[in-house]
Nanobody, 127 residues
């Protein structure tokens, strides 16, 4: 069982930056792509970014390309999401997730491709 613990987040003004971290406990992220999703109030959970397990290749939603960067440190068993130049539209609860697939060269973007989820972290951007 993979357990994910999130940290970071909070409130920031438009144009500012925040960093989210996701650490695995119990079993590791080993062999699994890890993604970040977000859920604005009253809306469905949506893909933000994900990172391949082996090459650290990133996949991003169009809305965050060029502003957000996902990275992973397999030695620390953690994945971070650096968010820059933030806007009010980035306001949401953010979730990290580990995919059900192991050792697959994929970077899934669907909620249904992920089995393990963090507890969620509120991010609020004020304009």
């Amino acid at each position: 069982q993979v357990q994910l613990v999130q940290s970071g987040g909070g409130s920031v003004q438009a144009g500012g930056s925040l960093r989210l971290s996701c650490a695995a406990s119990g079993r590791t992220f080993s062999g699994r792509a890890v993604g970040w999703f977000r859920q604005p109030p009253g809306k469905e959970r949506a893909f933000v970014a994900a990172i391949n397990w082996s090459t650290s290749t990133g996949n991003y939603a169009d809305s965050v390309k060029g502003r957000f960067t996902i990275s992973r440190d397999n030695t620390k068993n953690s994945v971070d999401l650096q968010m820059n130049n933030m806007t009010a539209e980035d306001t949401a609860v953010y979730y990290c997730a580990a995919t059900k697939f192991r050792y697959a060269n994929i970077i899934p973007a669907q909620v249904s491709d992920y089995d393990y989820w963090g507890q969620g972290t509120q991010v609020t951007v004020s304009s």
